[in-house]
C-alpha cells in the first residue's frame, strides 16, 4: 500500500513539473521561435537519455554475451533496457504536448 500511495505522489509532481513546464513557462529569449522552449529544456534530454540507456542495454548485452555470461551483466543490461523504454514513453508523452 505505501507502494502505490508513493507512486502516486511521483507521479503527481511529475505530472505537476510537466504542465508547468509547458503551460506556465514563459517563452525564453534568444530562441528563433520562443515557444519552442520548453519542448527543447524538457524533451530532448529525455530523447537524448533513452537513446544513451539503450546504448548501455546494447553494451552490457554484448558483454553478457561474449565475456562468459556473467549475471550482472545481464542485470544490468535488462535495467538498462528498462530505464530506455521508460524515457522514450516520456519522450513520447512530452513531444506530444
Same mark, same amino acid.
Given at each position: 500500500?505505501?507502494?502505490?500511495?508513493a507512486? *502516486?505522489? #511521483? $507521479? &503527481?509532481?511529475?505530472?505537476?513539473g510537466? &504542465?508547468?513546464?509547458? #503551460?506556465?513557462?514563459?517563452? +525564453?529569449? /534568444? $530562441?528563433?521561435?520562443?515557444?519552442?522552449?520548453?519542448?527543447? *529544456? #524538457?524533451? #530532448?534530454?529525455?530523447?537524448?537519455?533513452s537513446?544513451?540507456? +539503450? $546504448?548501455?542495454a546494447g553494451?552490457? /548485452?554484448?558483454?553478457?554475451?561474449?565475456k /562468459?555470461?556473467?549475471?550482472?551483466?545481464?542485470?544490468k543490461s535488462?535495467?538498462?533496457? +528498462?530505464?530506455?523504454?521508460?524515457?522514450?514513453?516520456?519522450?513520447?508523452?512530452? /513531444? *506530444?504536448?
Amino acid at each position: 500500500m505505501k507502494n502505490i500511495l508513493a507512486n *502516486s505522489i #511521483l $507521479f &503527481g509532481w511529475f505530472a505537476v513539473g510537466v &504542465g508547468y513546464v509547458f #503551460l506556465a513557462l514563459p517563452p +525564453a529569449f /534568444g $530562441f528563433q521561435v520562443p515557444e519552442l522552449a520548453p519542448m527543447v *529544456s #524538457l524533451h #530532448l534530454p529525455n530523447a537524448i537519455v533513452s537513446v544513451v540507456a +539503450a $546504448f548501455v542495454a546494447g553494451w552490457f /548485452g554484448v558483454r553478457y554475451l561474449t565475456k /562468459g555470461r556473467q549475471p550482472m551483466d545481464d542485470i544490468k543490461s535488462a535495467a538498462a533496457a +528498462a530505464l530506455a523504454a521508460l524515457f522514450c514513453l516520456i519522450t513520447t508523452v512530452t /513531444g *506530444s504536448m
